[in-house]
């Protein structure tokens, strides 16, 4: 742990980070043979697949509806190979400054305002994501229930009124009814499920939820994908289906199915922990592992995407779900599967989510701490003065940082490529012009928030909640879906990692850097224009 200090105080844009942006050497934090590295190559792919694969395959089918058959599969090949060449760039970012999160990462590259920034938009794209699968398991749940009650009402009442008025107000009756309860098991799921599978404090933690998880997802892809394959056989004439957009309707359909596909490969905010926890943390590893996540994302999405369009074609609504009779009995299973996804899905969100949150919160209570004991010495020297104390007081003095320590940092050969050991500070001397021997060294202030399991427990507990209560706020998941991944989305998959890759390797030449400057550009673009698309949906 104490390599990444030793560069947060190389960092902040001195000429010693410079120097180690233009050169080749990868800064591997933690250390290769550090006891944290406990997760073997396949499980950290499989961590990276439970966090990317989730409630927004139900959307799937609605971009490639909006897209047609080739030229949804067009775009779902374009945007996994923009989001893999993304995920390289942050990662390999964070192996060349030996940056262990997204928010240091640019703060390395543009200073420490970005980090908060980065901070910010990845907890609400983190929140955002708890809401939307909360909304999910509520309308599974509310589904399941007005099922049941309507199967109830036809067996014990044959008989049906003439009164419009009658019926209206008792199917509204129902229909609340069915809500509240639908929001009180929701409540319960979250506090009884999600809530202890939350509490683990890092993704090798929830290695064991990861089967579950693809399992779930797994059982649903393969039921909307044996019905659509079905129905598609079976009834091909029947089926309103398209190759391409609608004509005029290109440039629309392009900025409506882009955000889905983008949002569905999103697992950014977690790369970094698995690259942190990943054995033999090799570059040929690291590729081998994206190569995996794209490449079986990919194939299910774009199988599920075309099954679900060919069952329902031009018709296809946001939840492909609701285009599925609830009495089938393999997509009933498929539904359960969904269920199971979402809530092993939620702690993999509350993770990066909570982490924000505590990190914030501590900053906050050491800046008050800090605060309280400078005010407290002012007020003791203060009070010496007034005594006519004639005692000297001996001056604290900081460290100074030598500006060549970073030159001189000893290399040593790890998988093929060169990387920088740090190595702990030294003890200072009184002839080291590097540093100077504090006198009488100042006191850490205590933080006011311990890093105790009562501040974890109430953090996921605050955001669970929080999550609980916008979800029943949320009309439908495809809101939540639009908003996010037309804009935070965008920013986090495509426009930041290109962003600060392009700052840290820009002095390799425009000509290697090219591809990585067209997608920032055109990530910009898609930003201002998805969102304007979204927007105008939602009216």
Same mark, same amino acid.
């Given at each position: 742990?104490?390599?990444?200090?030793?560069?947060?105080?190389?960092?902040?844009?001195?000429?010693?980070? @410079?120097?180690?942006?233009?050169?080749?050497?990868?800064?591997?934090?933690?250390?290769?043979?550090?006891?944290?590295?406990?997760?073997?190559?396949?499980?950290?792919?499989?961590?990276?697949?439970?966090?990317?694969?989730?409630?927004?395959?139900?959307?799937?089918?609605?971009?490639?509806?909006?897209?047609?058959?080739?030229?949804?599969?067009?775009?779902?090949?374009?945007?996994?190979?923009?989001?893999?060449?993304?995920?390289?760039?942050?990662?390999?970012?964070?192996?060349?400054?030996?940056?262990?999160?997204?928010?240091?990462?640019?703060? @390395?590259?543009?200073?420490?305002?970005?980090?908060?920034?980065?901070?910010?938009?990845?907890?609400?794209?983190?929140?955002?994501?708890?809401?939307?699968?909360?909304?999910?398991?509520?309308?599974?749940?509310?589904?399941?229930?007005?099922?049941?009650?309507?199967?109830?009402?036809?067996?014990?009442?044959?008989?049906?009124?003439?009164?419009?008025?009658?019926?209206?107000?008792?199917?509204?009756?129902?229909?609340?009814?069915?809500?509240?309860?639908?929001?009180?098991?929701?409540?319960?799921?979250?506090?009884?499920?999600?809530?202890?599978?939350?509490?683990?404090?890092?993704?090798?933690?929830?290695?064991?939820?990861?089967?579950?998880?693809?399992?779930?997802?797994?059982?649903?892809?393969?039921?909307?994908?044996?019905?659509?394959?079905?129905?598609?056989?079976?009834?091909?004439?029947?089926?309103?289906?398209?190759?391409?957009?609608?004509?005029?309707?290109?440039?629309?359909?392009?900025?409506?199915?882009?955000?889905?596909?983008?949002?569905?490969?999103?697992?950014?905010?977690?790369?970094?922990?698995?690259?942190?926890?990943?054995?033999?943390?090799?570059?040929?590893?690291?590729?081998?592992?994206?190569?995996?996540?794209?490449?079986?994302?990919?194939?299910?999405?774009?199988?599920?995407?075309?099954?679900?369009?060919?069952?329902?074609?031009?018709?296809?609504?946001?939840?492909?779900?609701?285009?599925?009779?609830? @009495?089938?009995?393999?997509?009933?299973?498929?539904?359960?599967?969904?269920?199971?996804?979402?809530?092993?899905?939620?702690?993999?969100?509350?993770?990066?989510?909570?982490?924000?949150?505590? @990190?914030?919160?501590?900053?906050?209570?050491?800046?008050?701490?800090?605060?309280?004991?400078?005010?407290?010495?002012?007020?003791?020297?203060?009070?010496?003065?007034?005594?006519?104390?004639?005692?000297?007081?001996?001056?604290?003095?900081?460290?100074?940082?030598?500006?060549?320590?970073?030159?001189?940092?000893?290399?040593?050969?790890?998988?093929?490529?060169?990387?920088?050991?740090?190595?702990?500070?030294?003890?200072?001397?009184?002839?080291?012009?590097?540093?100077?021997?504090?006198?009488?060294?100042?006191?850490?202030?205590?933080?006011?928030?311990?890093?105790?399991?009562?501040?974890?427990?109430?953090?996921?507990?605050?955001?669970?909640?929080?999550?609980?209560?916008?979800?029943?706020?949320?009309?439908?998941?495809?809101?939540?879906?639009?908003?996010?991944?037309?804009?935070?989305?965008?920013?986090?998959?495509?426009?930041?990692?290109?962003?600060?890759?392009?700052?840290?390797?820009?002095?390799?030449?425009?000509?290697?850097?090219?591809?990585?400057?067209?997608?920032?550009?055109?990530?910009?673009?898609?930003?201002?224009?998805?969102?304007?698309?979204?927007?105008?949906?939602?009216?």
């Amino acid at each position: 742990m104490g390599v990444i200090h030793e560069f947060e105080l190389l960092g902040g844009g001195s000429s010693a980070s @410079d120097n180690r942006r233009a050169s080749t050497m990868e800064y591997i934090v933690p250390a290769p043979g550090a006891a944290s590295r406990n997760t073997p190559l396949i499980p950290s792919a499989l961590v990276l697949l439970s966090t990317m694969v989730g409630g927004g395959m139900l959307t799937l089918p609605y971009a490639c509806c909006q897209m047609g058959l080739l030229g949804g599969m067009l775009l779902q090949l374009a945007s996994s190979v923009a989001a893999g060449y993304s995920l390289f760039m942050l990662v390999a970012s964070a192996r060349r400054t030996g940056a262990t999160t997204y928010g240091s990462v640019a703060a @390395d590259a543009f200073g420490p305002e970005a980090a908060p920034v980065v901070t910010a938009l990845t907890f609400v794209l983190t929140f955002m994501c708890i809401t939307a699968y909360s909304v999910i398991l509520r309308d599974l749940i509310g589904s399941g229930i007005e099922f049941m009650r309507e199967n109830d009402r036809t067996t014990t009442d044959g008989t049906t009124t003439d009164d419009t008025a009658l019926a209206l107000a008792a199917a509204a009756a129902a229909e609340s009814a069915a809500s509240n309860s639908a929001n009180t098991v929701l409540l319960l799921l979250l506090l009884a499920v999600a809530f202890p599978l939350s509490l683990h404090k890092s993704l090798s933690g929830l290695r064991f939820v990861t089967p579950a998880s693809l399992g779930s997802m797994l059982l649903l892809a393969c039921a909307v994908t044996l019905r659509g394959s079905m129905h598609a056989y079976t009834q091909w004439e029947d089926i309103k289906w398209r190759l391409w957009p609608r004509d005029g309707m290109v440039l629309l359909g392009v900025l409506k199915a882009l955000p889905i596909y983008t949002l569905s490969y999103m697992c950014h905010f977690n790369a970094l922990s698995m690259h942190a926890e990943l054995t033999n943390p090799t570059r040929e590893r690291l590729k081998l592992v994206i190569a995996i996540v794209i490449a079986v994302s990919t194939t299910a999405y774009t199988l599920f995407g075309l099954a679900g369009y060919l069952w329902a074609g031009d018709d296809t609504q946001g939840d492909v779900l609701q285009n599925f009779p609830f @009495d089938d009995p393999l997509v009933s299973l498929g539904r359960v599967g969904l269920g199971i996804g979402m809530l092993c899905n939620i702690p993999l969100m509350v993770l990066p989510a909570r982490d924000i949150l505590a @990190d914030a919160l501590s900053s906050w209570s050491q800046r008050c701490s800090s605060a309280g004991a400078l005010t407290a010495g002012a007020h003791k020297e203060e009070a010496h003065l007034v005594e006519g104390s004639e005692e000297e007081e001996e001056g604290v003095q900081m460290q100074a940082r030598s500006k060549e320590k970073d030159a001189a940092l000893p290399l040593s050969s790890y998988g093929g490529t060169s990387h920088a050991t740090l190595p702990p500070p030294a003890a200072a001397s009184p002839a080291s012009g590097d540093y100077t021997q504090p006198l009488a060294p100042a006191p850490e202030p205590k933080p006011f928030l311990e890093d105790g399991w009562l501040t974890h427990g109430g953090l996921t507990l605050l955001i669970l909640l929080g999550a609980f209560c916008a979800a029943t706020a949320c009309p439908g998941v495809e809101v939540v879906w639009g908003l996010c991944g037309s804009s935070v989305g965008i920013l986090l998959a495509l426009t930041f990692p290109s962003a600060i890759y392009l700052k840290l390797r820009f002095h390799k030449g425009f000509k290697k850097m090219a591809s990585t400057a067209v997608l920032l550009v055109t990530s910009l673009a898609l930003l201002v224009a998805c969102s304007w698309a979204s927007m105008v949906a939602s009216n």
